[in-house]
Nanobody
């Protein structure tokens, strides 16, 4: 069974940076497209970054130029990262990683709080 374990969230001041990590275990094939999602209180999760096996990435306008997704693939495991720079209070949310073309079971997420 595929599992997603996110980490790296913290309280950070506006303009600061964070690097989130996600360990994806139990995968049979590593050709999947991975994504980082975030969820604001009372709202559904939204996709904010995705990366294909070949390294091609995609971002919505809200984070483009500030966030960068990357991945390292190993046997039955993948590591997915999200480098977040120039953080803003509106980036405060719980962040998750998952597949993009189909969804696996959600992990516990990691809380990012941007506040002075």
């Amino acid at each position: 069974q595929v599992q997603f374990v996110e980490s790296g969230g913290a309280l950070v001041q506006p303009g600061g940076s964070l690097r989130l990590s996600c360990v994806v275990s139990g995968i049979t094939f590593n050709f999947h497209r991975f994504g980082w999602y975030r969820q604001f209180p009372g709202q559904q999760r939204e996709l904010i970054a995705d990366i294909k096996k070949n390294g091609v990435t995609n971002y919505p306008a809200s984070v483009k130029g500030r966030f960068a997704i990357s991945r390292d693939d190993a046997t039955n495991t993948a590591y997915v990262y999200l480098q977040m720079n120039n953080l803003k209070p509106e980036d405060t949310a719980v962040y998750y990683c998952n597949f993009v073309d189909f969804l696996g079971a959600w992990g516990q997420g990691t809380q990012v709080t941007v506040s002075s």
